[in-house]
């Protein structure tokens, strides 16, 4: 006869009890799968694979010449500038936000972080509305401009403005959780060594933000690309000059030429697409690197 310690069936009632657990928790999990996926199918993949398919529907003779025509190689180039402009200048712009915010106490840091998030707050209808009061014909700088023959609204000038507004939070954002994580041992150390500051952020503070930089400026040009409603008040719609890609889709389906915008949608998926594959090497590469994108990555 089998005798059973105390320890003994401690032990095995812990152990049913792990296991128990263990089939709750796996049966939760493919549940939980399970509604992510087919969310994703039903809210995203779906609706991406209607746009192929509807791009492609009359063939590839009519995809290619939707593209080529010239209201909409126009509007694919204006969008390939906007974000050519706006990416720079919110990279110079969020490294030094990052940067003061990061490693230095100052009057008004809160007030600062607070407007670098204000695109986040605002609808990007609005932004477009108030870059119309300031700008516009009937705005505040309206009769100077014009008396300078200065076009800002309804022209390339105002679509840039507008976009690099609904972008600039970007890269700050991604930078400034992760500066704030690392410190400032290594650039005062850099500083007592006789480095300027030119070379502490090239050798020090560079080297450890790459990853979150990087990652930051994949963000920021996937909506650049891809930004509908400030655009759209500050463009004035006009075809072949201030309609990007986004705006260039909505007119021709407007238009009932349901081929032509979905061939322009579906650059602006692949677009994407690209993205997405970009980000994921980005965080491939950080994670193989062991650096984090951001703070607590």
Known sequence: ?????????LM??????????TRESAGVTLLLIGVALTYLVLFLGLPLATVFIEAFSKGWELYLSALKEPDAWSAIELTFIAAAIAVPANLVFG??????IAKFEFKGKSL???LI???FAV???????????LFGAQGWFGPWLQEHDIKLIFAVPGIVLATIFVTFPF???????????????????????????????RRVTLPNIKWGLLYGVILCNARAMGEFGAVSVVSGHIRGMTNTMPLHVEILYNEYNFVAAFSVASLLALLALVTLLVKALVEWQAKRSGEPLHHGA
């Open 1 to 9: 006869m089998v005798e059973f310690k105390k320890g003994d069936t």
């Open 12 to 21: 095995s009632a812990q152990t049913t009890q792990r296991r128990i657990s």
């Open 95 to 100: 490294v030094a936000a990052a940067w003061a």
């Open 112 to 114: 600062l972080i607070t």
């Open 117 to 119: 998030d204000l695109p």
């Open 123 to 133: 609808s990007p209808v609005v932004s477009g509305l108030v870059y119309v009061l």
């Open 171 to 201: 890269i700050a954002r991604e930078l400034i959780p992760l500066m704030q994580a690392q410190g400032k041992e290594e650039e005062e150390a850099a500083v007592s060594l006789g480095a300027s500051g030119w070379q502490t952020f």
